[in-house]
């Protein structure tokens, strides 16, 4: 960075809450994941499907929103959630 973008663009430190809440209600993340990182994301799913991918929509702070097993569904949901879908890996 040179001396012009530090005076145009200035670092200001953000805490650990302001940067979860930064696209909060604006932004999806789209993550896929195998069976155990889906039942340990979503503690109320039991005996997810074995060797599939699972994609699961979480809210900008990593709140688990939905889940499903097509990445287009996953991104189709957020969409249909007025969210702008980015994905995760």
């Known amino acids: 960075m040179n001396e012009y973008e530090k005076e145009a663009h200035p670092r200001v430190p953000m805490s650990m809450k302001e940067l979860a809440l930064l696209g909060d209600g604006e932004v999806a993340y789209i993550k896929q994941l ?23 929509v979480l809210g900008a702070d990593g709140t688990p929103l939905a889940l499903t097993d097509s990445r287009i569904a996953a991104i189709a949901n957020a969409i249909e959630n007025d969210l702008v879908p980015v994905s995760v890996h």
């Open 34 to 56: 195998d069976s155990e990182a889906a039942e340990r994301l979503f503690p109320s799913l039991e005996n997810a499907p074995k060797g599939i991918d699972l994609y699961a």
